[in-house]
């Protein structure tokens, strides 16, 4: 890719992401203003700004490669996040606005009336905005990677910078107009590109059908392996070879790799004939997804599937950056339609990566070999059309791939910020706010330059997976369920998103490898949401003496719309 293009187009999404933002600061005066925008966004700004942020590193990045490297039933992947909001919709948005609170902590103290609640809903909190940050900034690095050949880290670090000074001039009023921004900038940056793509597919040749036929070569292509890796061959490949392959070194050879596994060296350059089959590639990573999740989903497909879609669905309603800007509707109204607009806008944006994906696998197939199928849209621009025109357009999908770091890692930060200033600072005061932005984009930088090339699927997936375990029981019951106590809330939480964390950390560090017990740990959601939801219900029965005194006036208030609750009062 052609940076003299790509780069000047990163450096203005930068450059209107803090003009837009300090537009923002101009109108940020209280308090309020910073945690939740004085509550005054309407529906249309509220589900741009919800659908800029929802639509991270993994939607815009990470689904084209997953569809890519696993074929069209990674398609789950947008149907769960966009069906997520739906269960939203129905059981949580109107309630959880009505109820007042700034954060989920907040929440949990409201309905539950109990700190300790309180303090664990933060960790809670604060550990899957940590871990959702952590693929926003890896994002980054490849994206600069890929287009200048820059440390990885460093794309990590200019979004830290931005998301922080954004976050900390302006809070919630500045990211709300920052984050409608690049909602649409997104949206045309993957648009745009795709029409012209789709044109230049049907005009030179290429198959009509990108998943009924193994993947394969359309030119002669030279992969070069940088990690150490192993190829499956399901039949003999001709392959000439400038590396290691098996514990042998050879120059610019030319073998015939017999069917089965060969252990490729880093540092090997492997030249592929034209039309010969794309290898299967075993790294530990798969082109966004770990191998060892791969490899649950060939085992176990059906099991894999529904634990994907259970997650997804789930998980949608208890990411602190998703939920804190309910609370910033005017009341539970606007927070209904401000969810099915959200719904219309995610919809939309979910039927471009699938698109990538297909095209990746017809024009970038090497990718799956060298394990970088998430760049695959930031690559098709100049693989498929090249030239001037070309690079204008790798150009705006690049913009539009940090556009999707900087607003998804606006609101997360925000959402973390606000939880570590009113529970772990000392003050709940603007000054406070700020240093809790610093400190809540700290750690996770730190851990992207320390844990390096974490699957962008595999971090994003164990968010779902903790957030559908923990607060999803916590948010249904505590809106629904009278009888719900401080004791079994807390349980709740701790055996539904501790084990589904355990489970999945697990598997990313590769226990067990095969069998049955590694396709439960690699896909909790079927049995640790059903065990969060349970240890909830059979704590709370027995202990039926802790249910908080007024309970029953703090549901009406979830409930009853605003106009009729002053009437009451009245």
Same mark, same amino acid.
């Given at each position: 890719?052609?940076?003299?293009?790509?780069?000047?187009?990163?450096?203005?999404?930068?450059?209107?992401?803090?003009?837009?933002?300090?537009?923002?600061?101009?109108? $940020?005066?209280?308090?309020?203003?910073?945690?939740?925008?004085?509550?005054?966004?309407?529906?249309?700004?509220?589900?741009?700004?919800?659908?800029?942020?929802?639509? $991270?590193?993994? $939607?815009?990045?990470?689904?084209?490669?997953?569809?890519?490297?696993?074929?069209?039933?990674?398609?789950?992947?947008?149907?769960?996040?966009?069906?997520?909001?739906?269960?939203?919709?129905?059981?949580?948005?109107?309630?959880?606005?009505?109820?007042?609170?700034?954060?989920?902590?907040?929440?949990?103290?409201?309905?539950?009336?109990?700190?300790?609640?309180?303090?664990?809903?933060?960790?809670?909190?604060?550990?899957?905005?940590?871990?959702?940050?952590?693929?926003?900034?890896?994002? !980054?690095?490849?994206?600069?990677?890929?287009?200048?050949?820059?440390?990885?880290?460093?794309?990590?670090?200019?979004?830290?910078? /931005?998301?922080?000074?954004?976050?900390?001039?302006?809070?919630?009023? $500045?990211?709300?107009?920052?984050?409608?921004?690049?909602?649409?900038?997104?949206?045309?940056?993957?648009? &745009?590109?795709?029409?012209?793509?789709?044109?230049?597919?049907?005009?030179?040749?290429?198959?009509?059908?990108?998943?009924?036929?193994?993947?394969?070569?359309?030119?002669?292509? &030279?992969?070069?392996?940088?990690?150490?890796?192993?190829?499956?061959?399901?039949?003999?490949?001709?392959?000439?070879?400038?590396?290691?392959?098996?514990?042998?070194?050879?120059?610019?050879? +030319?073998?015939?790799?017999?069917?089965?596994?060969?252990?490729?060296? !880093?540092?090997?350059?492997?030249?592929?004939?034209?039309?010969?089959?794309?290898?299967?590639?075993?790294?530990?990573?798969?082109?966004?997804?770990?191998?060892?999740?791969?490899?649950?989903?060939?085992? +176990?497909?059906?099991?894999?599937?529904?634990?994907?879609?259970?997650?997804?669905?789930?998980?949608?309603?208890?990411?602190?950056? /998703?939920?804190?800007?309910?609370?910033?509707?005017?009341?539970?109204?606007?927070? +209904?339609?401000?969810? &099915?607009?959200?719904?219309?806008?995610?919809?939309?944006?979910?039927?471009?990566?699938?698109?990538?994906?297909?095209?990746?696998?017809?024009?970038?197939?090497?990718?799956?070999?060298?394990?970088?199928?998430?760049?695959?849209?930031?690559?098709?621009?100049?693989?498929?059309?090249?030239?001037?025109?070309?690079?204008?357009?790798?150009?705006?999908?690049?913009?539009?791939?940090?556009?999707?770091?900087?607003?998804?890692?606006? *609101?997360?930060?925000?959402?973390?910020?606000?939880?570590?200033?009113?529970?772990?600072?000392?003050?709940?005061?603007?000054?406070?706010?700020?240093?809790?932005? /610093?400190?809540?984009?700290?750690?996770?930088?730190?851990?992207?330059?320390?844990?390096? *090339?974490?699957?962008?699927?595999?971090?994003?997936?164990? !968010?779902?997976?903790?957030?559908?375990?923990?607060?999803?029981?916590?948010?249904?019951?505590?809106?629904?369920?009278?009888?719900?106590?401080?004791? *079994?809330?807390?349980?709740?939480?701790? /055996?539904?998103?501790?084990?589904?964390?355990?489970?999945?950390?697990?598997?990313?560090?590769?226990?067990?490898g095969t069998g049955p017990l590694h396709a439960l740990l690699a896909w909790p959601a079927l049995w640790s949401v059903p065990l969060g939801f349970l240890t909830m219900v059979l704590v709370s029965l027995a202990t039926p003496g802790r249910v908080p005194t007024g309970t029953a006036a703090i549901l009406a208030r979830f409930h009853l719309p605003e106009e009729l609750r002053a009437e009451v009062k009245a």
């Amino acid at each position: 890719m052609n940076s003299s293009y790509a780069v000047p187009a990163v450096a203005l999404v930068v450059v209107a992401t803090v003009l837009v933002g300090a537009f923002g600061l101009r109108i $940020s005066r209280t308090t309020s203003d910073f945690y939740v925008a004085s509550r005054t966004v309407g529906p249309r700004l509220n589900a741009a700004a919800i659908s800029g942020e929802y639509l $991270s590193a993994a $939607s815009f990045l990470g689904i084209a490669g997953l569809v890519l490297v696993q074929g069209p039933d990674m398609l789950w992947y947008p149907v769960g996040y966009t069906a997520g909001y739906l269960v939203l919709l129905l059981f949580v948005a109107a309630p959880l606005r009505r109820s007042g609170a700034y954060t989920l902590p907040d929440f949990a103290e409201a309905r539950l009336a109990s700190h300790g609640v309180r303090r664990l809903a933060g960790a809670f909190v604060v550990g899957v905005g940590w871990l959702y940050l952590l693929p926003q900034l890896q994002g !980054a690095g490849l994206t600069l990677t890929v287009l200048t050949g820059a440390p990885d880290s460093l794309g990590g670090l200019i979004v830290a910078v /931005v998301v922080v000074a954004t976050v900390a001039a302006g809070g919630m009023r $500045s990211i709300t107009f920052v984050q409608a921004f690049q909602y649409w900038l997104k949206l045309t940056a993957l648009l &745009v590109p795709a029409l012209f793509l789709v044109l230049a597919w049907q005009s030179d040749g290429a198959p009509r059908h990108a998943f009924e036929e193994p993947a394969a070569f359309r030119e002669q292509r &030279v992969v070069r392996v940088d990690d150490t890796l192993d190829l499956k061959l399901d039949h003999p490949l001709t392959v000439t070879v400038n590396g290691t392959v098996d514990g042998r070194r050879h120059r610019a050879e +030319r073998l015939q790799l017999p069917t089965g596994t060969h252990h490729i060296g !880093a540092g090997t350059r492997l030249t592929f004939a034209k039309g010969a089959t794309v290898p299967v590639a075993d790294r530990g990573t798969n082109g966004g997804m770990s191998t060892s999740l791969a490899a649950s989903r060939e085992e +176990r497909p059906l099991y894999a599937t529904y634990g994907l879609i259970l997650a997804t669905f789930l998980g949608t309603m208890g990411l602190p950056h /998703v939920v804190v800007r309910f609370y910033t509707s005017p009341h539970g109204v606007a927070a +209904r339609r401000t969810t &099915v607009a959200v719904l219309g806008l995610i919809g939309a944006f979910y039927l471009l990566p699938p698109v990538y994906g297909a095209l990746g696998r017809l024009y970038t197939p090497e990718l799956t070999i060298t394990g970088d199928a998430d760049a695959a849209v930031l690559l098709l621009p100049d693989r498929m059309i090249g030239g001037v025109g070309g690079d204008l357009l790798g150009a705006l999908v690049a913009g539009g791939a940090f556009a999707a770091f900087l607003s998804t890692a606006s *609101g997360l930060t925000m959402a973390v910020a606000g939880v570590l200033t009113q529970d772990v600072l000392p003050s709940r005061g603007v000054r406070h706010f700020r240093l809790g932005t /610093v400190l809540a984009m700290v750690v996770p930088l730190v851990a992207s330059v320390v844990v390096g *090339g974490l699957p962008v699927a595999d971090a994003v997936g164990l !968010a779902f997976a903790v957030s559908a375990s923990s607060f999803c029981p916590l948010l249904v019951l505590g809106i629904w369920w009278t009888r719900l106590t401080p004791p *079994g809330a807390a349980a709740g939480m701790l /055996v539904g998103g501790g084990s589904a964390f355990v489970a999945v950390a697990a598997t990313m560090a590769g226990f067990p490898g095969t069998g049955p017990l590694h396709a439960l740990l690699a896909w909790p959601a079927l049995w640790s949401v059903p065990l969060g939801f349970l240890t909830m219900v059979l704590v709370s029965l027995a202990t039926p003496g802790r249910v908080p005194t007024g309970t029953a006036a703090i549901l009406a208030r979830f409930h009853l719309p605003e106009e009729l609750r002053a009437e009451v009062k009245a």
